[in-house]
C-alpha cells in the first residue's frame, strides 16, 4: 500500500497560509506529530514502559487504603506534567518501595512533556554510571562520553532507579557532577528511588527479620548518592512518596 500523504501540506510538512492579506509558511500538524514520535523514538524508554501513561495507571478497587493513596499521587504527577515547567521546582521525585509504579509513572509524566514539545531522555541510573565509567576506564569510544554529555545536557532527564549501585567515590562524585550541573543550569531531573529518605517521611529503620526484638538501619538515598546530591534533588523536585501499596508484579503475577 502507499503510504499516504498529508492532504494539508503534500507531504512537504509546511501549509501556506493567507494571513491579513499576506501569506506566509507554518509547519503542518503532520510535521509537529513526527517530530514528537521522533524524540519518543530517541527518548530511549525501555519497550515495557513505552506505552506507559497515566490513563493506564490502575487503581486498586479492593483496597480504598492504596486506592486513595494512588490516586493522590496519579493527581500530583499528572498537575506535574501540566504545569511543566513551573518555576521553583522544575523536576520530578518518586519515592517509594518495588514494584508500587514509580517509572511507569515517571514515564508517563516524561511521554506527556515529549508531546508538549519538550524533549526528555530516559537513563537506567546503574547503567548510565556503567556506561560513564567504562567511557573512563578504558578507551572505549566516544559513545560512553556521550552518554555522560547526554544526561547533562538534556532538556529533560528521566533518571530511573537512582541509588541502585554499590557506593564507591567515583559514583558519588559523577552523580553529584551531574545533578549539580542540572540544578545550576536549571535542567529538570524526573527521578525514581526505593532508597528511604527521612525528609520524604520515610522510617529508616526496620524490624530485624534476623534478631527479633532488634531493628535494622536501612540505607538511605543520601547515604547511596551524597548529600551533596540528594539535597539538590530535593531542591529542584516535587518529591512524591509513593503509598504503601502491593507491589504491582507479584500482584499481577497471582
Ligand atoms: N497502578 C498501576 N497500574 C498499571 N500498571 C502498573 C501499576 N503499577 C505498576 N504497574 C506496572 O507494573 C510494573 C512495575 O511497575 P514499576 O516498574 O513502575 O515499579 P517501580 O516502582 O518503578 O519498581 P522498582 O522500584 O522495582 O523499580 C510495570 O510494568 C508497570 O507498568
Ligand atoms: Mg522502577
Ligand atoms: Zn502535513
Not at 7 to 34: D, H, M, N, V, Y
Not at 61 to 87: C, I, K, Q, W
Not at 193 to 208: C, I, K, M, Q
Amino acid at each position: 500500500m502507499a503510504e499516504e500523504v498529508c492532504p494539508q501540506c503534500g507531504g512537504t510538512g509546511w501549509r501556506i497560509i493567507e494571513r491579513e492579506g499576506a501569506s506566509g509558511a507554518e509547519r503542518c500538524a503532520c510535521a509537529i506529530t513526527s517530530r514528537i514520535g521522533e524524540i519518543e523514538e530517541r527518548a530511549g524508554i525501555p519497550p515495557l514502559y513505552r506505552q506507559a501513561s497515566l490513563d493506564n495507571f490502575l487503581l486498586p478497587a479492593d483496597n480504598p487504603t492504596a486506592n486513595r493513596g494512588l490516586a493522590g499521587v496519579l493527581l500530583m504527577v499528572r498537575s506535574y506534567a501540566r504545569e511543566f515547567p513551573a518555576s521553583g521546582k522544575p523536576g520530578l521525585l518518586l519515592i517509594g518501595e518495588p514494584g508500587t509504579g514509580k517509572t511507569h509513572l515517571a514515564v508517563a509524566a516524561l511521554r506527556i512533556l515529549i508531546s508538549r514539545g519538550f524533549e526528555g531522555v530516559f537513563f537506567d541510573y546503574q547503567n548510565l554510571l556503567e556506561r560513564i565509567r567504562s567511557g573512563y576506564d578504558a578507551a572505549s569510544g566516544a559513545s560512553d562520553k556521550e552518554a555522560f554529555r547526554a544526561a547533562l545536557d538534556a532538556e529533560i532527564l528521566l533518571l530511573d532507579d537512582v541509588g541502585a549501585h554499590r557506593v564507591t567515590e567515583w559514583v558519588e562524585d559523577t552523580v553529584t557532577s551531574i545533578i549539580t550541573y542540572r540544578c545550576n543550569h536549571r535542567k529538570p531531573v524526573i527521578a525514581t528511588t526505593n532508597l528511604p529518605d527521612p525528609d520524604a517521611g520515610f522510617l529508616v529503620t526496620e524490624r530485624s527479620a534476623a534478631l527479633p526484638g532488634q531493628v535494622e538501619y536501612r540505607v538511605t538515598l543520601g547515604e547511596r548518592i551524597g548529600m551533596r546530591a540528594r539535597s539538590r534533588l530535593f531542591e529542584m523536585c516535587r518529591v512524591v512518596k509513593m503509598p504503601n501499596v502491593e507491589d504491582y508484579r507479584i500482584r499481577k503475577a497471582r
